[in-house]
């Protein structure tokens, strides 16, 4: 069991409400979106370490943005 302080539980129970499912399964959801997305920014992390890429601050000052 994960205690929650009470604003975030009742925001969690809203949205899955809106959602049409569980609390478990909104918050199974929840979670493996987030591990999708960590392990996406990982590998992002890792392809601009590569040779021959330059990093986001680079691209942005090479093209002004």
């Given at each position: 069991?994960?205690?929650l ?20 399964t ?25 040779p ?14």
């Amino acid at each position: 069991m994960i205690e929650l302080p009470a604003p975030i539980e009742t925001r969690i129970i809203q949205a899955a409400r809106a959602a049409g499912v569980s609390i478990s399964t909104f918050l199974d959801r929840l979670l493996d979106e987030y591990i999708e997305d960590k392990t996406d920014i990982e590998q992002a992390e890792r392809a601009l370490q590569e040779p021959g890429e330059i990093s986001a601050e680079e691209l942005k000052a090479k093209y002004g943005l």
